[in-house]
C-alpha cells in the first residue's frame, strides 16, 4: 500500500512538472532531467511492488534471505527516491523564486512608471490650476487696490468697474467700495459746504468787527453835533413861533424845514444808538424764558401797530417751550425779524411764527409772502448796512444785529427763499441751555 501511494504522488509531481512554462533552454534541459530521474524512480517503485507481491509465496529459510537482500535493495531504492524528491522541490521553489521575482520587478517597474507619470502630470495640472487660481484671483484684486488707491488719494468720483458678470463675492466687494466712495464723496462735499459757510461766517464776522469798531467810533464823534443841530432846530423853531409873523407863509415853511432837521437829526441819533448796540459786547444776563409766551408778547405789540393793520400775524405753538437766553436780546430778534416780514409784504400779506423744539434745540421759523430773494441777496443779507427795501425805509442794520445776537447765543439763523416774489422764511436755531462761556 505504501509503494502504491507513492507512485500516485510521484505520478501527480510528474504531471505538474510537464505542465510547468518554461521559456528558456536551460529550463527545458532541467526539466528533461527531472523527468528521466522520475521515470526512472517510478520503475524501481513498480518492481518494487512487483517483488513485495512474490514475497507472501517464498518459503521460510531460503526466500526469507532473498527477502532480506530484496528489503536491503528496497531502501536503497527508496532511499534515492527521497534524495530526488528532496531536490526536485528545492529546483522547483528556486524557479518559481526567480519567476515571480521577476514577474514582481516588471509589475513594480510598471507601475513605478505608471505613478511616476501620473505624479507629473498631476503636479502640471496642479500648477496649471493654481495659476489660473491665481490669475483669476490676483487680477480682480489688483483692480479694486488701484481703484481704492485712487479715491485714498482725494479721486472721490471715481468708481469701480464691474469686474464680474456674475454676482459672486468680488461683485459684493465692488459695490461695497463704490458705497465707500459714494459716502467718502457726499462727506467731501459736506465739507466743503461747512468751509464755504464758516469761511463766508468767518469773513462776515470779521466784516462784523471791523463795521463795529468803526461804528463804536463814528457814532460817539456823530452824536455830539447831532444834539448840537437837534437843540438848535429846537430854539429856532421856539423862537420863530413866538414871533408875531409866525403865521405868514413864509415862517411856515421855515417852521416845516426847521422840523425836517430835527426829524432827521433824531433819525441820525436812532441810527448812532443802533452802531452803539451793534458794536457792543454780549453782557446780558440769560435766564429761563418761556419763548411761546415772549413771542406772543411780541406779536401782540406788533399787531396794535396801525402801519401793518392790513397784514395777517399768525403764531404757531401751543405749548410751553423754555430756553436759556437774553429775554430782552431775543425779544428784538423776533421783533426785527417780524417787522422784516411785514415790510416785505403788501396790503392783505401774511406772516406765519412758528415755534418747534428739538432735542438740545428750539427752531423759531419766521415766514412771509412778500417779495421774496434772489440767491445772491441771501448771501448778502446779513451784511451791514446791507437792505433792498425803498430808501428811506431802513438802516440795514437790523438783520446784521439779528445776526450778532444769535452768534453770541451759540444758535444759528439761516435764511430760504425760493426767489423774487415767493416769499422768505427765516429760521433761527437756538440751544436750549447757554453756553457757559457765553452765559459768564
Known sequence: ????????????????????????????????????????????????????????????????????????????????IQRTLETLPAWQTRHWLQQSQKREHDRSATLLKIVSWSTAVGIVVFLA????????????????????TRIANGDTSYRLAQISKVQDE????VAGVNCMADRFQQSEEDLQQKVRERSDQLLRSQRLANVGFLAAGVAHEINNPLSAISMAAETVE??????????????????????????????????????????????????????AQLI?????????????????????CERVIMAEVSEAQIRQVILNLVANGLQATDAGGRVC???????????????????????????????????????GRGTGLGLSIIHRIVED????VTPFSAGAGQGSTFQVRLPRRARRSAAA
Open 129 to 148: 490650476t493654481l495659476t489660473a487660481a491665481l490669475r483669476w484671483i490676483s487680477g480682480p484684486l489688483r483692480e479694486i487696490a488701484r481703484g481704492c
Open 170 to 173: 468680488f461683485a459684493d466687494v
Open 238 to 291: 421856539l423862537r420863530l413861533c413866538q414871533r408875531d409873523d409866525a403865521d405868514s407863509q413864509e415862517a411856515k415853511e421855515i417852521l416845516r424845514r426847521v422840523a425836517m432837521i430835527r426829524r432827521e437829526s433824531l433819525r441820525c441819533g436812532a441810527i448812532t444808538a443802533r452802531l452803539l448796540d451793534f458794536s457792543r459786547a454780549d453782557r446780558a444776563v440769560r435766564s429761563t424764558v418761556d419763548l
Open 409 to 412: 447765543h451759540g444758535g444759528t
Open 353 to 391: 411764527v412758528r415755534l418747534t423744539e428739538q432735542v438740545d434745540n428750539v427752531v423759531v421759523a419766521v415766514e412771509d409772502n412778500g417779495c421774496g430773494m434772489d440767491h445772491e441777496t441771501q448771501q448778502q443779507v446779513f451784511d451791514p448796512f446791507f437792505s433792498n427795501q425803498q430808501s
Open 296 to 316: 406772543r408778547e411780541v406779536l401782540d405789540m406788533v399787531r396794535h401797530l396801525g402801519q401793518f393793520s392790513d397784514r395777517t400775524i399768525e403764531f404757531e
Open 1 to 80: 500500500g505504501c509503494i502504491q501511494k507513492a507512485q500516485e504522488e510521484l505520478f501527480e509531481f510528474r504531471r505538474r512538472i510537464e505542465h510547468l512554462p518554461f521559456q528558456n533552454e536551460e529550463d527545458l534541459r532541467q526539466r528533461e532531467i527531472a523527468l528521466g530521474r522520475l521515470d526512472a524512480v517510478y520503475g524501481e517503485l513498480y518492481q518494487l511492488r512487483q517483488l513485495n507481491s512474490q514475497i507472501s509465496g517464498m518459503a521460510a529459510t531460503a526466500e526469507l534471505l532473498a527477502f532480506r537482500d530484496l528489503q536491503h535493495r528496497c531502501g536503497l531504492a527508496i532511499s534515492q
